[in-house]
């Protein structure tokens, strides 16, 4: 019964680092995305991919890199971490396509990610 | 651009209450509207709704769309200090899932 897996659940950063954030899902799941949410901002849309291979950038992109190997994985890379991106970051998936009934999306259980 | 609105941002109640809350939108490709509680961590499903003005209900929850007029509301009878939370709206079209700022519920005894 695992879902949506994320990994760590907690990073303290310095500025300039750069780190992955990983994110697994057992369900088959084509569709997987990322979010941050800060206070008063709700969740904001940073990339997403629709499979293997396909991604896309979302409402933030910037300073984030994704890629798409496997359908089980999608993993969030800061390429140098800034205080802006302090946040908390979660991974979602949903299955995908024009026969998919099911628009509802499994959310991991979030990363809170500090830059100092 | 795509856009969620919630209102209200914040909302304080007593227990016993009922409260409403609101979710309108402008979303390209509509799908799907989505209620979600989020208390200390990961947001966690309520109701999805695909058709106007068929409500669904969870006990003391229940939420109703409008496709016509954009909106969905929320409502929570007879409210218990475990309903304090954000609630967030988000509209789910064919390639993300929009969200609104969320309403924050608090419940005092």
């Known amino acids: 019964n695992a879902g949506v897996t994320q990994t760590p659940k907690f990073q303290v950063l310095k500025t300039g680092q750069s780190m992955t954030l990983q994110c697994a899902q057992d369900m088959n799941h084509e569709y997987m995305s990322w979010y941050r949410q800060d206070p008063g901002m709700g969740l904001r849309l940073i990339h997403y991919s629709v499979g293997a291979g396909i991604t896309d950038q979302g409402e933030v992109p910037n300073g984030y890199n994704v890629s798409r190997s496997t359908t089980e994985d999608f993993p969030l890379r800061l390429l140098s971490a800034a205080p802006s991106q302090t946040s908390v970051y979660f991974c979602a998936s949903r299955s995908w396509g024009e026969g998919s009934r099911n628009y509802g999306y499994t959310f991991g259980s979030g990363t809170r990610l500090t830059v100092v | 651009e795509d856009k969620v609105v919630q209102s209200p941002l914040s909302l304080v109640v007593h227990e016993g209450d009922t409260v409403t809350l609101n979710c309108s939108y402008e979303v390209t490709n509509f799908r799907s509207l989505l209620w979600y509680k989020q208390e200390k961590k990961a947001p966690t499903f309520l109701f999805m709704l695909?058709?106007?003005?068929i409500e669904k209900k969870s006990g003391r929850l229940s939420s109703i769309l409008d496709k016509k007029e954009l909106f969905s509301i929320l409502n929570i009878t007879a409210t218990q200090t475990g309903d304090s939370a954000v609630y967030l709206c988000a509209v789910g079209n064919t390639d993300k899932l929009i969200f609104g700022t969320g309403t924050r519920l608090q419940v005092f005894p």
């Open positions: 695909t058709s106007s003005g």
